[in-house]
């Protein structure tokens, strides 16, 4: 059966897999016949399908056919490529495509590597990794700053006085970069809009300075994971200038739809941030894992964990990229070969109708809402995600419990798949289209 004609979600329970296979592992080799035999029996049976024409959850998955046919050729042809020698296709490849993909998003000219400014991106494995190496540059950008303004402090005197800003709207994960770069991190109010302003950061980082502190980093979202708002970017980006603090932006989901111009607005104020990230993993047809980051200025990003080590020194790294000291893992696959083989094969055209339809398939979905009494809509939709929620007058509480019920039932029932999400003590569901096999018949059902 095709993945788009299965059950979004298993019906399994936790431990299933244990039951099914034996408990240790074979001492003589089997065929790939009996191998090949478990693969329904045993992996397929436990699958959430992402690519289920049933499922909504979260935001899409990407899958294409050139994707998969790239991940083919990068494990058949085994790149390790942290270093230019490691393999000079796969890092050369990979500066050239950042700089196709900015272009195709039309972002600021100080990200592309054929600039000839500091500027140029990489591809992270996921958007988390790209928030948390952010932080960790700008996080030794301010210690070299502040040790060269008063050369008694230490490193941990300015560590402890650091603070990351980002709304209570942001991604789990840019809390979870914060603790593990061991930098407080203060969640602003995002309002009933989900969206976070410059007053409310400005004013945070007047109180913190007051108190001695040290505003180190804002992470900004475009497209909220749980309602698709959108942070002020131009009036975070004119604080973020003048008080010298490192401006991330995590457009994990939204950044996908750059590529077309009628939605470039939603990116208004992009030209004053410090990095920029999207995962073209979600909605730009690149198979997992996937995830851009772009950098108005590299060094930071490579001075802040430098390490050298003999084997890995070569003749030319004083004038090629060395992608190693742009992450956190020394080795690296051939990632950049999925968006050669998506972008030539889709091209940009093809990859635009795909947005315009997952964006076309939301607003049909939202149409059928609002036509119904029961449901409203609780975020504007302006990409492929739709808030609703059943209404009940009267208490949150009780409408939330109704709204919590319908959501268990959805569940149970199987036929799709979706998950909940609370914005401002509002519970609501969540439906994201744009997958490849979503469709208005899906929707319809
Ligand atoms: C999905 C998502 C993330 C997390 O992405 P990973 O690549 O899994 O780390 C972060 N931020 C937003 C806004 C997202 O939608
Ligand atoms: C954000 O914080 C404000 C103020 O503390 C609170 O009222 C609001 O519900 C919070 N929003 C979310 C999504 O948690």
Not at 365 to 390: A, M, N
Request: charged share 25%.
């Amino acid at each position: 059966k095709e993945v788009g004609n299965r059950q979004a979600f298993p019906d399994v329970e936790p431990g299933f897999m244990r039951d099914l296979l034996p408990s240790d592992a074979p001492k003589a080799g089997e065929s790939w016949e009996d191998v090949y035999s478990d693969i329904e029996r045993v992996v397929m049976k436990g699958m959430t399908h992402w690519n289920a024409s049933g499922f909504f959850g979260y935001f899409p998955a990407a899958s294409s056919f050139p994707g998969l046919l790239a991940d083919i050729l990068c494990g058949g042809a085994t790149c390790v490529g942290f270093t230019w020698v490691a393999s000079p296709s796969c890092t050369e490849m990979e500066t050239v495509m950042m700089d196709w993909l900015a272009k195709a998003l039309n972002l600021p000219q100080c990200f592309i590597h054929g600039g000839h400014g500091p500027g140029g991106g990489v591809i992270q494995g996921t958007a988390s990794e790209s928030t948390l190496i952010t932080l960790i540059a700008a996080r030794s950008k301010v210690i070299s700053r502040e040790l060269s303004r008063d050369p008694n402090l230490s490193m941990y005197d300015v560590l402890s006085r650091m603070v990351v800003y980002t709304s209570n709207c942001s991604h789990s994960s840019v809390e979870r970069a914060g603790l593990l770069a061991m930098i407080k991190i203060r969640k602003l109010d995002a309002g009933r809009e989900g969206v976070l302003r410059g007053k409310t950061l400005q004013e945070a980082i007047d109180e913190d300075k007051k108190n001695n502190k040290i505003p180190t980093f804002v992470c900004a979202t475009l497209g909220t994971t749980s309602c698709c708002s959108y942070d002020n970017v131009d009036e975070i980006g004119r604080i973020c200038e003048i008080e010298d603090i490192w401006l991330h932006i995590d457009a994990a989901y939204a950044g996908t739809a750059l590529i077309c111009p009628e939605f470039r607005h939603i990116a208004d104020g992009i030209q004053r941030s410090t990095s920029f990230n999207f995962n073209p993993h979600k909605w730009l047809m690149v198979n997992f894992d996937c995830s851009a980051l772009w950098v108005r200025d590299s060094s930071y990003l490579s001075n802040s964990a430098k390490v050298n080590a003999l084997y890995l020194e070569h003749e030319t790294q004083q004038t090629t990229i060395d992608y190693q000291h742009w992450q956190i893992p020394l080795e690296r696959r051939y990632r950049s070969l999925k968006i050669w083989f998506v972008l030539r094969m889709v091209g940009i055209d093809g990859l635009q109708s795909h947005i315009r339809r997952g964006v076309a398939e939301a607003k049909y979905f939202e149409s059928l809402v609002r036509k119904d009494e029961r449901f409203e809509i609780v975020f504007p939709v302006t990409l492929g995600l739709v808030c609703l929620k059943l209404k009940r007058p009267g208490l949150n509480l009780e409408e939330n419990s109704i709204n919590k019920e319908l959501n268990r039932k959805i569940q149970d029932d199987r036929r799709i798949h979706l998950v909940p999400s609370t914005v401002h003590g509002i519970y609501f569901l969540r439906v994201a289209t744009g997958s490849v096999n979503c469709s208005r018949q899906a929707l319809d059902n």
